[in-house]
């Protein structure tokens, strides 16, 4: 290792102490925080990242196809993978993205009654109950102790028995709705930066895709950090797309999983003691054993092509042009969390949001990138765990 790249490690690892150790610091004053300063925050940096962008003029749900697409998504596939390579041995191979698992849960989606007429699409088509998975995850690449995460999660949702054909083949019967807790906006705008983002994330340097002189995210770190914080448990969080999907012919929307109950629970060992390495799937696992969970799953439609971009995953679509819309209810009932035994079952599972109907196929680069990119990392590392994909059911049994 050179003498500059020695420097730069350790400049980062000394930003990454001083940020595990807010994240130690932060849970008794955060909420009051996020009161009186997010949503104020969020509005600046939005208006500056606004000031910068220009209008490509296209229309509703229209996508645009840059020319250095298909080799930015190449360059992410390489690198997510060696950097899998790199964290993980044979037969431990974790996700590539949404790395570490809190916990898996049974659970029911029904179909609103209520639905406004022009929304009425695909699943949304008409009342109904299906059956479903929900795994909670934090964000990779790594598998740390819970507080020092980056400080926000994911809710993917796995619809069962979805009749009709789907985008991908590989399952037959399931619709995924994937979702993040860091906001309404994603970590990157695009894949050609995505992909600096990998680099910089195989090189165990992340900060400095944020940070770089040379090319700076400043902004982008600034939207992240109003919405990263510490977790005290994933079913108390909401959740958005960050990216948007069709919803039929000429429609685009964003997917949020907003939560119907307050549910904080504390951290054992905060500020300075010794906290559990993996206390979000205990507070997870405690919680459900209790109560039931439910989420309200919203849809946000596109109205306006450039305030509301397609392409560009780091503009929150504004809700005062178009609120967010009630289309269904997750019902994840008491039951007993128990991970260990449910360990094959994960390794087997995958999440893809192109496992869809074609009424709700992803848009925007980001989610063409996913149908290669998450396909290849799971065909990837269910290979070096020697194990099958399974499409579930929801009669499996998990003792």
């Not at 340097?205 to 939207?223: E, I």
Request: aromatic content about 10%.
């Amino acid at each position: 290792m050179t003498v500059k790249n020695c420097i730069l490690m350790a400049i980062h690892r000394f930003l990454l102490q001083l940020l595990y150790l807010e994240r130690r610091l932060e849970p008794p004053f955060r909420p009051a925080w996020n009161a009186m300063f997010r949503e104020p925050g969020v509005r600046l940096v939005q208006f500056l990242i606004n000031l910068r962008r220009k209008n490509e003029g296209l229309k509703i749900a229209e996508e645009r196809i840059d020319p250095d697409e298909e080799q930015s998504l190449s360059d992410i596939i390489d690198l997510m993978a060696d950097q899998m390579r790199g964290r993980f041995k044979p037969g431990g191979y974790e996700r590539g993205g949404n790395t570490k698992t809190h916990g898996v849960l049974k659970a029911t989606v029904t179909i609103r009654d209520d639905i406004p007429a022009h929304c009425r699409i695909g699943i949304f088509a008409e009342p109904k109950t299906y059956k479903a998975y929900v795994r909670y995850a934090g964000p990779g690449p790594n598998v740390p102790s819970d507080i020092q995460d980056v400080g926000f999660l994911s809710m993917a949702v796995k619809l069962l028995g979805v009749p009709g054909e789907k985008l991908m083949d590989e399952e037959k019967f399931t619709q995924d709705i994937i979702t993040t807790s860091g906001g309404p906006t994603f970590v990157t705008p695009n894949t050609r930066e995505n992909a600096k983002l990998q680099y910089w994330s195989l090189r165990d340097m992340t900060l400095y895709y944020f940070l770089n002189p040379l090319d700076t995210h400043l902004l982008d770190m600034f939207m992240q950090s109003l919405w990263n914080e510490t977790q005290t448990n994933p079913l108390g969080k909401r959740y958005w797309s960050c990216t948007p999907y069709l919803l039929g012919e000429g429609q685009a929307v964003m997917y949020s999983f907003v939560p119907k109950a307050n549910i904080v629970s504390p951290i054992p060992g905060l500020p300075f003691g010794k906290v559990p390495f993996n206390y979000l799937r205990d507070n997870l696992t405690k919680t459900i054993a209790e109560t039931d969970v439910e989420f309200d799953l919203m849809i946000q439609l596109q109205t306006d092509p450039h305030l509301m971009p397609i392409e560009d995953s780091s503009v929150r679509w504004p809700e005062k042009l178009s609120p967010f819309i009630p289309v269904a209810t997750v019902h994840i009932p008491k039951q007993v969390h128990n991970f260990d035994a449910m360990a094959d079952f994960t390794k087997r599972l995958k999440m893809n949001p192109w496992h869809c109907l074609p009424e709700h196929r992803p848009l925007g680069n980001l989610n063409r990138a996913r149908f290669r990119l998450y396909r290849e990392l799971s065909n990837f590392r269910q290979e070096m765990n020697q194990v099958s994909h399974l499409e579930p059911a929801g009669d499996e049994v998990f003792e």
